[in-house]
């Protein structure tokens, strides 16, 4: 006898285990509820900067276009004490910039991310095979602090060859906002795409489409990855800096052209950098209602 799968529960590969854990789902089978979860902290920096708007607009998959100034912000983040990972934590690197998505029956202005890099694997294939995001590895330690001198600093690497750094300056107690850097320009949107199976590997995808976590049409408002409420924050602004190293093949091997592509878009001014500490409930980080958009 085969196995069956239940459609009511998520599966990824290897599928002949059964329902497979991860942020959107406990042992077993079934959505987490809140007190399974705990509580959870973070912190998390980023810096935005003008940018080439030409090279910006390279990046873009088909029915987008580059909104407003082409502001690129790069995040770096810490999340601790993640229920799904049974009290264990990662780093992650976002870049995302403002667009504008215009399907065959609706528009959408948010922000699109074309990569980002984590730290746990576990993180890397449910986010790639559930929620379509550009995901890939790096080894990211944790954000590093001088109090007295008022920095803080992160990193991202693959097996010793350091391709990012970031690093604030003169930070200052901004007061406590609920909201992350960046929350307040829409939307955020992957281009999900998973190549066609086959011997010569060039017969284009199976998968290929936009997600969000903007609410279907006609819905009254759109639906946050992250949903706040219960949390504590603590925001600084600070002055910073970022720095992509170009690699080599023999370097970074599967993501030099990654890295040397973020490399290329020149920083042009930086317009503003933040910092954001938060804590609560854990459940709100990971449960991301997402959707598929209808065609450009």
């Known amino acids: ?8 529960f998520r599966y990824r ?19 987490w509820v809140p007190e399974e979860t705990g509580r959870m902290n973070a912190e998390w920096m980023a810096v935005t900067y003008r940018t080439d708007p030409k090279k910006l607009e390279a990046l873009l998959p088909p029915g987008m276009d580059l909104r407003g100034e082409p502001l690129l912000t790069v995040s770096c983040a810490w999340f601790k004490n993640l229920y799904w990972l ?19 029956m609706e528009t959408l202005e948010g922000t699109f991310c074309p990569v980002l890099w984590e730290g746990a694997p576990d993180a890397i294939m449910t986010g790639r095979d559930e929620l379509g995001f550009p ?33 604030l300056t003169d930070l200052i107690d901004a007061g406590n906002e609920p909201a992350l850097p960046g929350a307040d320009n829409g939307p955020a949107m992957y281009y999900k795409y998973v190549p066609r199976t086959s011997i010569g590997g060039c017969e284009g995808a199976d998968v290929a489409y936009v997600t969000t976590a903007a609410a279907p049409p006609g819905t009254g408002g759109r639906v946050g990855n992250i949903n706040f409420d219960g949390f504590d924050f603590k925001r600084w602004s600070a002055k910073g800096t970022v720095a992509w190293h170009r690699a080599t093949f023999e370097q970074l ?22 910092m954001v500490a938060f804590s609560g409930p854990g459940i709100a980080v990971s449960v991301n209602t997402m959707r598929a958009v209808e065609p450009a």
């Not at 590093?144 to 001198?149: C, I, K, S």
């Open 135 to 167: 995901k890939m590895f790096a080894d990211i330690p944790q954000i590093t602090h001088d109090r007295e001198l008022g920095t803080a600093a992160c990193s991202a690497s693959w097996m010793g060859f350091k391709f990012f750094d970031i690093t």
């Open 1 to 8: 006898m085969s196995i069956t799968l239940n459609p009511e």
């Open 253 to 274: 091997p599967l993501s030099a052209h990654v890295v040397n592509g973020m490399a290329n878009l020149d920083i042009l001014e930086v317009t503003k950098v933040q």
């Open 13 to 31: 590969m290897p599928v002949s285990f059964g329902p497979a854990p991860g942020p959107r789902q406990k042992p077993g089978g079934g959505m």
């Open 86 to 104: 049974a009290g264990r934590g990662y780093g992650i690197v976002v870049v995302d910039f403002p667009v504008t998505y215009r399907g065959r």
